[in-house]
C-alpha cells in the first residue's frame, strides 16, 4: 500500500505541474486581446488552407444546459467562423439539465445522428461506452487534435482513458475536487445570519431555520438531484463513472470496493437531507423537477444550493443569473483528486457521425480558437457582452445568452473572465490543485463491457430510486432496504466484483 500512495502522490505532483504547463500554453488567443499567439493547431491549419477540398458539412453539438433565447444569432455568427475555419456550420442543440437523462438516452438507443456530445463520469461516460455510443478517438487525435494534444494536460487524456483507448476529449479545467454551497449573500446579511460558523452540512440547520422562518417564499435549499450524497461531498471514487454502483474511500488507506450504501458517510448525507427535507428547507419538488438551479436562481427564490467547487464558482453562478455581486460560496470538504476529475466534463464524437473528422476538427478548435470558445460560451461581443482585454461586462441583452456552462465546452483557460470574478482566477485554479489528497485509484477508469447487462439492469433500479432518496424526498427506513434490495437482484455484487478485479490489476501494475 506505500507504494500505492506513493505512485498516487507521483501521479498527482504530475498532474499539478502538467497543469500549470498547460495552463501557460492555454492562455494564447487569435483576436488580439491578450498575449498575441497562434491558436490553431497543424490540424486545424492544415483544415483552413484545405478548406475548398472539405464538403460543407452541418455539425449537431449535444451538451448540457438551458436553451438560450439568442441562440440562433449565436450559430449564426458561429458558423461565419466555423465555415472559414473548417467550411463547417454548427447546430447548438442543448438539453435542459432537468430532461438530460432522458433525452441523451433516447437519442443514443435510437442511433440519433449526431456528431459532439457532452459526456462525464457523473453521467454514464463508463456505461455509453460500453453500449458503443462513443468513437475511439486514438486516431482522430492524432490527425485532427494536435491543438488539443499540444495545449491539454497529458494527465487528463492518460486519465480518462477505459481499456486504453480515449472516447472522450476532457475540458482543460481544474484538477482538484471539492464540495460545499453557493448561497446568496446579501440574504445572509440581510437576516444577520453569520455564514462564517457552517462548517459541515449539519451547522446549516441554524441557516434555514432562519431563513424558512424569515424568507417564507425562499427555498432555503434548491436541487433537482443529489445534494449532500453527491460524491464531491461524501468523497468516494467510483472509479470513472457515478452512474455504475461500487466506490472506494477517497480519504481510505485501503481500495475496497462496496456499494455507496456501505460507507457511513454516504448514510449521514442521507439522513441530514431527508431531515432537511421534512423541516421544509428542501424544495419539495426535487425529485422530480426539470428546472436547472440557475433557472431556479433567476426567480430569486433560492437561497443556497449545493454545488462542486472551484475558485470562483459563485461568481460564475451569478454572471449566469443576473445576481452579480450577491453570491458567495462555502468549502464543506476537503480538496480530492481522482479519475472522476480528469472525466468530470468532456466532448465525444458519437459514433453515429456522418463525418467523425469534422467533429474532432470542432473539438480542437474548442480547445485552441479563443474567439470561437468564447463566442460559444458567452454569446457575441458587443451584444452580450463589452470587451476589455480578456474582462468582460455584462449589457442589457447579457440574459439572452447566457448557457453558464462554459465547464463543458474545450479549455476554460481561454475563456474570458467576467468584471465581477477575480481578474487572476486562472491563477487560482493553479493554487486550488495545490495539496489535494489523491484517490488511491487515481488514474483508473472501470470498463463496463464484462458487465455491461448487470449495469444497464442496474440503471433501471437508481432510475427508480436514487434520486429520490438522495434528496431526502422518500423514507429512508423504509426505501433504503428496498433500494439495495433491488440492487442485489440487478447484479450488484457482480458489478462491484468486477470493478474491484480490475483495479486490483491496475493498482498492481503500478507497483
Known amino acids: 500500500m506505500k507504494h500505492n500512495k506513493s505512485k498516487a502522490a507521483l501521479l498527482l505532483t504530475v498532474l499539478i505541474v502538467s497543469s500549470l504547463a498547460a495552463t501557460a500554453c492555454g492562455n494564447s488567443n487569435d483576436s488580439g486581446t491578450a498575449e498575441p499567439a497562434s491558436t490553431a493547431s497543424p490540424a486545424t491549419d492544415n483544415a483552413s488552407s484545405d478548406t475548398p477540398k472539405l464538403e460543407p458539412y452541418k455539425l449537431k453539438l449535444v451538451y448540457e444546459g438551458a436553451p438560450q433565447a439568442d441562440e440562433a444569432i449565436v450559430e449564426e455568427a458561429l458558423n461565419k467562423l466555423l465555415t472559414e475555419k473548417i467550411n463547417a456550420t454548427i447546430d447548438l ?58 495545449s491539454l494536460d497529458p494527465a487528463f487524456l492518460n486519465g480518462s482513458k477505459i481499456n486504453g483507448k480515449n472516447y472522450g476529449v476532457p475540458t482543460n479545467k481544474e484538477l482538484a475536487s471539492s464540495g460545499g454551497i453557493v448561497y446568496r449573500k446579501d440574504i445572509a446579511d440581510e437576516l444577520g445570519i453569520d455564514m462564517s460558523q457552517v462548517k459541515k452540512i449539519e451547522d446549516l440547520e441554524a441557516v434555514y431555520k432562519i431563513v424558512k422562518e424569515k424568507k417564507p417564499n425562499m427555498y432555503p435549499l434548491y436541487t433537482t438531484g443529489g445534494t449532500f450524497a453527491a460524491h464531491s461531498f461524501v468523497e468516494l471514487d467510483f472509479l470513472g463513472d457515478t452512474t455504475i454502483p461500487g466506490a472506494i474511500d477517497k480519504n481510505g488507506a485501503d481500495a475496497v470496493v462496496k ?102 476538427m470542432l473539438i480542437n478548435l ?85 458487465v455491461k447487462s448487470e449495469v444497464g439492469a442496474l440503471a433501471n433500479v437508481l432510475r427508480e430510486y436514487q434520486k429520490a432518496l438522495e434528496t431526502g424526498s422518500v423514507d429512508l427506513d423504509e426505501m433504503l432496504p428496498k433500494y439495495i434490495a433491488a440492487q442485489k437482484s440487478a447484479g450488484l455484487d457482480k458489478v462491484i466484483a468486477e470493478k474491484q478485479r480490475q483495479l486490483d490489476e491496475f493498482l498492481a501494475s503500478k507497483k
Open 366 to 450: 474548442l480547445h485552441t480558437d479563443q474567439e470561437i470558445v468564447n463566442l460559444l460560451n458567452f454569446g457575441i461581443e458587443g451584444t452580450h457582452f463589452t470587451l476589455a482585454g480578456n474582462v468582460m461586462t455584462q449589457t442589457d441583452k447579457s440574459g439572452q445568452y447566457a448557457p453558464g456552462v462554459a465547464w463543458e465546452l474545450g479549455n476554460q483557460f481561454l475563456n474570458y473572465v467576467w468584471n465581477t470574478e477575480a481578474p487572476d482566477k486562472w491563477e487560482q485554479f493553479k493554487k486550488f490543485n495545490e495539496g489535494a489528497k489523491s484517490s488511491p485509484a487515481l488514474g483508473f477508469t472501470f470498463d463496463s463491457e464484462p
Open 259 to 360: 456499494p455507496a450504501e456501505d460507507f457511513p458517510q454516504y448514510l449521514n448525507a442521507l439522513k441530514v437531507t431527508r431531515d432537511y427535507f421534512l423541516k421544509g428547507y428542501v424544495n419539495k419538488d426535487a425529485a422530480t423537477s426539470q428546472t436547472s438551479s440557475l433557472d431556479a436562481y433567476k426567480t430569486g427564490n433560492v437561497f443556497s444550493t449545493v454545488e462542486p467547487l472551484k475558485p470562483g464558482k459563485a461568481e460564475e453562478i451569478a454572471s449566469a443569473t443576473a445576481l452579480d455581486g450577491k453570491l458567495a460560496q462555502i468549502t464543506l470538504t476537503g480538496k480530492t483528486v481522482a479519475t472522476s476529475e480528469t472525466t468530470g466534463a468532456m466532448l465525444a464524437v458519437s459514433s453515429t457521425s456522418k463525418n467523425p473528422e469534422r467533429a474532432m
Open 93 to 150: 442543440a442543448p438539453i435542459d439539465w432537468g430532461a438530460w437523462d432522458d433525452k441523451i438516452n433516447l437519442m443514443i438507443a435510437s442511433r440519433e445522428p449526431v456528431d459532439v456530445l457532452f459526456t462525464a463520469s457523473w453521467n454514464g461516460y463508463a456505461k455509453n461506452v460500453a453500449k458503443g455510443a462513443y468513437l475511439d478517438l486514438g486516431p482522430l487525435l492524432d490527425e485532427y487534435g494536435q491543438g488539443i494534444k499540444d
